[in-house]
């Protein structure tokens, strides 16, 4: 068995063992050392850096095994633990597994058992430097962008938060990043093994948004004879996020309002209740609490979930965080589609700023894509604004309307041509070297266009 060269480190106080076990290892491929009492085995755990440590638990001295095992159970990047006894007791081994040990083998120890011990305990080592490099990436790529004062604001709020188990209530307009911050609480908590799943109140009918919430009990669906789960199952050790909380039917507020109290939910057509751990994370376009004063959202529900409010104001009301999202977004476009990278220039960036963003953070990302889609250009100027669809009226306007994708990059493309077209005073030709096609492909698509040249 051939095994890369991890790090082994052997604790005991015996000396034919430690030779034993460190021969044995080390023919196996791994990298070994060994220490004779609990004081050395410190030091070599600190110097060293094994990957596990064999540890014997009764040695001479101030110390022995189950000392360095609670010494060093608290440290962050320990190594793993296989204990070592000949004369242990079912209560040491229990204390060990506590403090973290990752098995517990008798003496005379059998190095097949070792070896098995170590594969297992290794490949789970693996699993998690995997999972710990997918999530710091994954948290730099739902990193909250913006410098403002609000956006600072959130990013400590989401830190303060996300390692507790609170309900947390985000409101703010479509498109400014409600999710986002709900992925981001997640994530930076505990719970970020687990399922994040995302619940679209407003995409479900009345009728089955019961049992898409907490499931089916058996029997219950015509024509099923088993048990469905719902999203909360789904959730189950994660978060539930609720987007669009206030389309809830008042029955399901309820239900929703039972979990929140006693983390207890009960399937439709079941009377059993059911344990469930889910941090519930709930956001909103509405002002619940008008909803709650008109009788359309549940007063005791809204104080529920309003443990921590987040309050994401619109884009128009923090400008100074445009500049950094186009950035953003760019790279990502860059990195995503494989586009060479763009830069804007000083006027494009003053018009984008002056522009309200109605859609928000979500208008921001659909315009920087269609830049790095329609414009060739490598520095993008005030004249690609408005051919990217970019509507500079009255009020900073919103984009243009436009259907299909295959509609808009034709309605693009033929603005864009005339506009070349117009630069080169007419000059089929030029325009034609200018933007790279060949002068019977770019009549082809005057043609196609309708467009006119002037005589």
Known sequence: ?????????????????????SASLADEGFIVDSAENAEVGLQKIQN??????????????DKDGMDLMREVASWPDR?????????????????ATKLGAWDFVEKPVSMDKVIILLKNVLDLQKIRVEK????????????IVGNSASAKKVKELIAKVAPTNSWVLVQGEPGVGKELVAVNIHYLSQRAGQSFVDFKCAHMTEDLIEGELFGYEKGSVIGSTDERKGSFDFADGGTLFLDDVDHLPMAVQAKLLKYLEDQKIQRVGGTKQVDLDVRVIAATTKDLKSLVERGLFREDLYYRLHVV????????DRREDIEPLIFHFSEKSCLSGGYPEKKFSAKALKELVKHDWPGNVREIKNFVERIYILTPEEVVDVHDLTFAGLNQG??????TEIGSFREARAQ??????VRKINEHNGNISKTAEAIGLERSYLHRKIKNFGIELES
């Open 412 to 417: 693009f493309e033929k603005e864009y041509i």
């Open 309 to 316: 409010p987040f309050e994401i104001p619109p884009l128009k």
């Open 1 to 21: 068995m051939e095994f890369k060269k991890e790090r082994i480190l052997v604790i005991d106080d015996e000396r034919p063992i430690r030779e034993v076990l």
């Open 79 to 95: 190594p793993e633990i296989i204990m070592m006894s000949g004369h242990g007791t079912i209560e040491t081994a229990v204390e």
């Open 48 to 61: 060293f850096k094994p990957d596990v440590v064999l540890l014997d638990i009764w040695m001479p001295g």
């Open 394 to 399: 009255e009020g900073g306007g919103a984009f």
């Open 132 to 143: 710990r490099s997918l999530l710091n990436k994954l948290r730099q790529n739902i990193a």
